[in-house]
């Protein structure tokens, strides 16, 4: 009997992936056709909309715990390549993960495209010498609701929890129930951003698992998570909760 090989894409599997790509263009689309109903002063519009690129860090290949001569050179390159960066009007952010799991440091990046992120993020000696890889993942942010300030030698560090919103179990329902709990969502970002607690975030774009960026002025994940379980998309099964410790200047992520 002949099997698929390993890898080989199926009929179903095709089908698969086009109707979660079809979901995932249904969800975006639903943030702006939400946005554009009458909100009853709960929340602005959405408008300004600015796609933001975060070069995720995880560690590579060549990643090894112990410290070396040679290992604090290409650190001191990789900073120096952040800094770079950040005066060439690139970076906006950056800063490295708490924990010692494999996601090392995040910077989000104004960039052209995905591709030209991943373009500026290949340069970096931490990349090239196999002590990093680089995955990017793309959001778009509403300017009205989120800005991002001059990046700054003396702004002060302090935790973040940013995370992501990704794709739940729960299929998407009729375009009235799914028009009423994207409504309650962006009132819910929206109570958050005046509260002060969110200060960056947005509906992810180009990815099939990914369905929203947060980030979050928290220093506890399990408070951060506790909130985030009670947004709208997450009680109805359309989003789950990924969370890490993150840590960045003070600042520059600007909420209100």
Partial sequence: MKTACTGTPTSKNRASSAHMKRTLAVLVVLVFAAAALPAQGRYPAPEGMQTIHIAMLYRGPNAGKESTPETQKIQTAHLAHITKLAKEGHALIAGPMGGDGDLRGIIMLKAASADAARALEADDPAVKAGRLRIEIVSFMTPS?????????????????????????????????????????????????????????????????????????????????????????????????????????????????
């Fill in 144 to 256: 009205n609701w989120f800005t991002f300030g001059p990046v700054k030698d003396d702004l002060p560090m302090r935790q973040f929890v940013f995370g992501f919103l990704n794709v739940g179990p729960k299929p998407i329902g009729t375009p009235e129930a799914n028009a009423a709990i994207m409504d309650d969502h962006l009132a819910n970002l929206w109570s958050m951003r005046q509260s002060g607690v969110m200060v960056a975030g947005g509906p992810a774009v180009g990815s099939e698992t990914r369905a929203g960026v947060v980030v979050m002025v928290m220093d506890s994940l399990e408070k951060a998570k506790a909130l985030l379980e009670q947004d709208p998309t997450v009680k109805a099964g359309r989003t789950t909760v990924e969370l890490f410790p993150w840590f960045a200047a003070d600042g520059i992520m600007k909420g209100r």
